[in-house]
């Protein structure tokens, strides 16, 4: 979910990152603006905040006279700009309110091609690139787990921001002058949204100088930096998971920029540029380079490949390069962290459960056994863990007083749960009660007994995924890891990305392998 918001003095985007809603259910989407405060919040959980920029307060609209579209655009709109996209919905919109006042579908100024006042099909998607939320409520019996099958790996591709500070060092001999003509050539693709993908800092005596490209909200930008700063972007937005072409050519006074060969704008510049033989790419050391004040750099999370300056095809894996915690590319993924087997993350060094707590996530995988989430204290209460265990979907605590509980969800076979495809998982805990829901089935339920103490005080790591070594159990019934993708995980109703948790171990970001029938 994607919104931009522009009240005259710049754009403000507020996105989703990470979570998929063209699973045919509905969705609630409510963005409020208070003063300059923005909010997003998708089925009453906030994913995103901000503000407008300082000046700007009213966002104007054209008022009786119409201009709240919804679904789509007529074609004689120029959306460049103000639109992330100009494919039109296929799905559904209902109840719509703007300012508590509720929209009435039924007397628009007009429409086009809309069922008005009927609910649309869900529309199927290609399973080539969608692995859907299965339901596993079929009569018929696995025999097994599906086979995982082999990874291939995408030849000459460097994976950037698995870990901190990942970058790649490419120095230029003479016959890469990049001050003087030059054309430079690579592929990239991301699932995020903001990360540097090179930079060219100046030459001696002229450090303040650089030339950058990003991604910035999704979008490609250029910025040079010589005398002035000047830059250009993309209007349309990138971080889609998907291969994109990048070319940069230096022509005498003009830098001509393209992407899956569709010319962007171009930058006029003095005939030479004061850039130094050294480029930095994904990212840059955590110490020993001294940046220009105005340089504001993010690590790029995601895959780079076929790196060619003026023709010669060799610089991200080739000898002369210094790579520094990069790792390598699977041919097509789809959102979703992998998780390899031997890897967990540290959600938070100190967890504390309380008498709420509120999980979700989903996730595909070819075990029956694995460790999902755990917190315990070091001598195993109180503890609460959520786990895979031969085949059964299992949530278990231990309050501290040592009476153990547990809520299991069982299928009509062992395997139904490693058939490889996306399941959701939400477990609710609340004072006495404990919820599980899986998928479509109806959610299983345990009600705490007179004398059972009703808060987990916790103050130890959240794992997930798997424990290292000198963890404790808790309350799990299995210590293996975890081998599989998850995704959209929300932990007491807050969304936080995998770069912003307390500690990740191998851990393969934004790289769930694509299932390809």
Known sequence: MDIRINAGLGEVRLASEGFEFGDGKYHSIMVTKNGKKLELRIDDVLHAFSSLPEGSNVVKAPGVAGGLFLGGLPIEINTTGKAVSSVPLIGTIKDAIFNDQLLYFDSPIEFVHAAIGQVGPVPQKDNNVYSEIASMTSAEKSVGCMKEGSFSLEPGAVKFGDNPHSYVLVTFGKRHNMQKNFKMDFRFRSFY?????FTLIGTRGKQNNYLMMHLYNGRV???????????ISTQAVFNDGLWHKIQLVKENKTLNFAIDSIPQEKLNLTKKLSLGNTMYVGGIPENDIQLP???IVQAFKGCMQGF???HQEEELISEKAIRHKVGQCFPQVEKGSFFPGDAYAIYKNQFYVGALLELSLELRTTQTTAVLLSVSEPEGYPALSLELNQGKVIISGDMGDRRPF????????????CDNKWHQIQAFYVEDKLTLKVDQFEQKYWLLDNGHITGARTNSPLYIGGLPDSASSGTLGTRENFKGCIRNMV????????????GLHNILLGSCPLIVH
């Open 193 to 197: 949204p903001n990360g540097l993908i």
């Open 491 to 502: 932990i007491g109703g807050e969304r936080t990305d995998w770069t912003n948790m307390d």
């Open 293 to 295: 004040d105005s340089l």
């Open 221 to 231: 930008q250029l910025v040079l930096k010589t005398r002035k700063r000047v830059e």
């Open 406 to 417: 547990r809520v299991e969800q069982s299928f009509q076979s062992e395997f139904a749960i």
């Open 308 to 310: 060619s300056i003026n």
